[in-house]
């Protein structure tokens, strides 16, 4: 059915269901660049809030007296809402309209942010943080939802480039920004920091951004699909999550990845009967879109899980402060912001396979190549494959985006972008996951006999046991009051056995990501991008 467009709607809604010649506009609203710049302040300070948050965790843990399993569920909250949210936030962007949910998205983010500031308890910023990932996961599908319908599809590739340039500077800016803010204002400055760029955000929203409909958009929603979607998603991260502290094996583990499977199913079958499914299961006889997905996973799988033991190699290795180790890494998000929009280019003139397959190319070969740092390893040595690793990234970010949203129809670019985001989220929660397994095995299997062929001092069963629990993020089991030489000789031992198991972690994620360039062989330029159409004069 065709959407009908009240009068009092004609300003800000329009119909963009089929390739054709662009709406006529006036002024500043609906203009593709301008919409790029008004969604990129929402974007960026949800992707700012995610790096900078973990910065002034310690903090937060001393002024609020919160444990550690506390401080835990400050990110573990806010990611499990924002992977459960992400597929149902993208389809009220296409039944509601993008333009709504990416404003209601912008001040709830900011109000939550303002509330976590204000909150003197740890239970209450917990409870904010699950509200802030709620109100994030309508801004992110939202976000690509609007750049779909408004970019035409030969400017698409180059406005998602400039996107995830936002990102990445974002993302390397959280560390240092949340450093100097803690450091010399408070935690909650890191929260209340968000306020004013929200209100940025809304102003360039309401005066820029232009509610464009599909002409076939949902005209109903899927509840029973929203519920078991929810509850295989949630049942899935929850597991990864807790698997390091319950182990793979235990029966908690086992029971929530059974619930998941089961929930994946049941919502499959209810899909395939739905009259107007959350996801079309449709969508993915797109070897393009389906191939686009697992590319993301297995990127994010890759990425997130190798640098997830990075910044403990930085700081507890290294010795760094949190601004310092964010400063090391800005060969990796500087690359990513450089060539994200070079990427964008690259990929509208040559399509998305060869950019793609390159780019996993180059990030298996940083992982390979971070696999051989030491306690030792230079500054320069790092920087060299944390640069290589940033530019390897930056066209998989790009590419798989498009090929995701731009293969999937116009009236479901918000489920699209969704997944796009969920699938990140599914990679990352499983990287971190398995690659920390593999690292508690490297350091079970070897610390013991590290630490007797050094000659130190034998330990009990249980101080072996907390000892390799530290040793497993590289911290040095150094009684207080121990000899220089004897602290030295601990040392020694629990960096090189951290770094052995970094080893292996990043070796794998280097496996995965040779996987990821051979999935990227059967990615394709969108089919349904020139759908947008969304503006001839840019």
């Known amino acids: 059915m065709t959407h009908q467009i009240t009068a009092h709607e004609k300003d800000d809604r329009t119909p963009v269901g089929r390739p054709g010649p662009a709406p006529a506009r006036s002024g500043l609203r609906g203009h593709p660049w301008l919409t790029l710049l008004g969604v990129a302040v929402g974007v960026m300070m949800v992707t700012l809030d995610g790096t900078i948050v973990a910065v002034a965790n310690p903090a937060i843990q001393q002024d609020l007296g919160a444990s550690l399993a506390d401080v835990q569920w400050i990110t573990n909250g806010y990611l499990l809402a924002l992977a459960v949210s992400l597929i149902t936030a993208g389809k009220l962007g296409d039944r509601f309209g993008h333009r709504q949910t990416f404003l209601i998205g912008i001040v709830g983010f900011a109000a939550a942010s303002a509330a976590i500031g204000l909150s003197t308890g740890v239970e209450l910023v917990i409870g904010f943080r699950v509200a802030q990932g709620l109100f994030g996961a309508l801004l992110m599908p939202a976000a690509l939802g609007l750049l779909r319908a408004t970019f035409p599809a030969e400017k698409l590739n180059m406005a998602i480039g400039i996107w995830g340039m936002v990102i990445g500077a974002s993302t390397a800016a959280g560390p240092i920004v949340g450093g100097l803010l803690v ?86 079958v209810w899909e395939s009967r739905a009259a107007e499914p959350l996801i079309p299961l449709g969508m993915f006889r797109s070897l393009p879109l389906s191939a686009g997905t697992v590319l993301m996973v297995l990127m994010a799988f890759a990425f997130m899980g190798g640098l997830f033991f990075v910044t403990f190699y930085l700081q507890n290795v290294h010795g760094m402060s949190p ?193 990821a360039a051979v999935v990227a062989c059967f990615t394709r330029r969108g089919e349904n991008a020139a759908a947008g159409a969304g503006a001839a004069h840019v």
């Open 323 to 515: 601004v310092d180790s964010g400063l090391h890494l800005l060969p990796l998000t500087g690359m990513m912001i450089v060539g994200s929009p070079l990427a964008g280019a690259a990929i509208t003139a040559a399509g998305p396979r060869i950019p793609l397959v390159a780019g996993m190319a180059a990030t298996a070969v940083a992982c390979f190549g971070m696999s051989g740092l030491t306690p030792g390893t230079s500054t320069l040595e790092m920087s060299l494959w944390f640069a290589l690793l940033g530019l390897g990234l930056a066209p998989v970010m790009v590419g798989a985006t498009e090929v995701i949203v731009g293969n999937a129809p116009l009236e479901l670019s918000g489920v699209a972008g969704g997944l796009q985001q969920a699938a990140m989220q599914v990679g990352g929660s499983l990287g971190t996951a398995v690659l920390g397994a593999v690292m508690a095995r490297t350091v079970g299997d070897s610390f013991g006999d590290n630490w007797r062929a050094a000659q130190l001092p034998p330990l009990t069963p249980e101080q072996q046991a907390l000892a390799e629990k530290g040793v497993q993020v590289g911290i040095a089991p150094v009684p207080p009051g121990a000899p220089p030489k004897l602290a030295e000789a601990i040392t020694g031992v629990a960096h090189d056995t951290f770094v052995s198991g970094m080893s292996t972690a990043f070796t794998a994620a280097g496996v995965v990501a040779v996987l």
């Open 183 to 268: 450091e010399h204002v408070s935690w909650q400055s890191v929260f209340f920091i968000n306020v004013p760029v929200g209100i940025l955000a809304l102003a360039l929203g309401l005066v820029i951004l232009l509610d464009h409909r599909a002409e076939n958009a949902p005209r109903s929603f899927d509840v029973p699909g929203v519920v078991l979607l929810s509850a295989a998603m949630f049942s899935l991260v929850w597991a990864l999550i807790k698997a390091s502290e319950w182990g793979w094996g235990d029966g908690r583990t086992l029971l929530f990845l059974a619930v998941s499977l089961v929930c994946f199913v049941l919502f499959a």
